[in-house]
């Protein structure tokens, strides 16, 4: 079993720049990899970045060149770096642990993760 909490969340100003972290306990997660997603609302939960157990990154579009997903091994965290921020990344915003250990490829999907934290709120202000 993991537990993730999510810290680093706040009020920021528009082209400003602020990192969420994400650390583990009960276990250590770096045989898996971490997503981070976000919520806004009345959307749906959004995948943002990834990072596999090796380190290989990946993001989708609307953050590619801002956000900058990182992880420390020996700290069992997963940081998300946020540049530039825009109003349009206000949400609440989620690290999820894959269900798969050692995954090569991409976890995009919801359904790839089997650990959640309870996420913390980013509002971005113009």
């Known amino acids: 079993q993991v537990q993730l909490v999510e810290s680093g969340g706040g009020l920021f100003q528009a082209g400003g720049s602020l990192r969420l972290s994400c650390a583990a306990s009960?276990?250590?997660?770096?045989?898996?990899?971490v997503g981070w997603f976000r919520q806004a609302p009345e959307k749906e939960r959004e995948f943002v970045a990834g990072?596999?157990?090796?380190?290989?990154?990946y993001y989708t579009d609307s953050v590619k060149g801002r956000f900058a997903i990182s992880r420390d091994y020996a700290k069992n965290t997963v940081y998300l770096q946020m540049n530039s921020l825009k109003p349009e990344d206000t949400a609440v915003y989620y690290c999820a642990a894959d269900r798969q250990t050692y995954r090569n490829g991409r976890a995009y999907s919801m359904s790839d993760y089997a650990y959640w934290g309870q996420g913390t709120q980013v509002t971005v202000s113009s």
């Open positions: 009960g276990r250590t997660f770096s045989t898996s990899g």
């Open positions: 990072i596999n157990w090796s380190g290989s990154t």
